[in-house]
């Protein structure tokens, strides 16, 4: 299962991939030069498949939960001071995705969209301490009735051009669908109240839709 943001980039792949795999045997002779330019073909083919890959995954909502929004790996765990949209101290747990992970966003809780906005930024890459307030990023707060505000902020990184945000003010979002999608290598902050129960560690692999980061 592929998500619907790679359609244009899968079908274009795959067309040049058909047409050079046509081509080539008429421009290269050495066989072993051929075999060796399909097969690296092939593997780029695989790798743009394997980047837009959408698993499904079962979820049964629970708001008392806070879940991993994406897949990768949890780097940053600390209270900070958020100046965006709180403007006070928050518990910031941050996820990196590397450019082989699922990089489907989803929501980590239900409940309603009370902010939703667009930066424009750098391309540091997204371990960068400054990466949060300087990178092209968005964020999204979620009134959720156990947890309060939640927020989450998709974070561009060195190789990521684009990120796709669903959530616009007012909607009513359910914990699990599809938030985004975050193109070619990033990271996602969420800022949870101060005194959340955080059910990660730094350096765990988080999976999204499954990975309980928090809980009360």
């Given amino acids: 299962m592929f998500h619907k943001e790679g359609a244009k980039i899968i079908l274009i792949s795959t067309t040049l991939f058909v047409v050079l795999l046509l081509v080539s045997p008429m421009v290269i002779s050495n066989p072993w030069v051929l075999k060796s330019v399909q097969i690296?073909?092939?593997?780029?083919?695989?790798?743009?498949?394997?980047?837009?890959?959408?698993?499904?995954?079962?979820?049964?909502?629970?708001?008392?939960?806070?879940?991993?929004?994406?897949?990768?790996?949890?780097?940053?765990?600390?209270?900070v001071f958020e100046p965006e949209y709180f403007k006070d101290q928050r518990l910031q747990v941050s996820i990196f995705m590397s450019p082989i992970n699922v990089h489907v966003t989803r929501y980590a809780t239900s409940g309603k969209v009370r902010y939703s906005k667009y930066h424009p930024g750098k391309f540091l890459v997204a371990w960068h301490p400054k990466a949060s307030t300087e990178n092209e990023r968005t964020t999204v707060v979620i009134e959720n009735r156990i947890f309060g505000e939640i927020m989450y902020r998709q974070i561009a990184g060195a190789l990521a051009k684009r990120i796709v945000n669903y959530a616009e003010e007012g909607m009513q979002v359910r914990q699990g669908e599809d938030a985004g999608f975050i193109k070619f290598g990033s990271r996602v902050d969420i800022y949870l109240p101060i005194g959340t129960n955080v059910n990660v560690k730094i350096g765990q692999k988080a999976v999204g839709n499954q990975t309980i980061v928090a809980s009360k």
């Fill in 40 to 79: 690296l073909m092939l593997l780029l083919l695989v790798t743009v498949l394997q980047f837009f890959r959408n698993p499904k995954r079962p979820l049964e909502v629970n708001d008392y939960n806070i879940i991993a929004p994406v897949d990768g790996k949890v780097v940053v765990i600390e209270e």
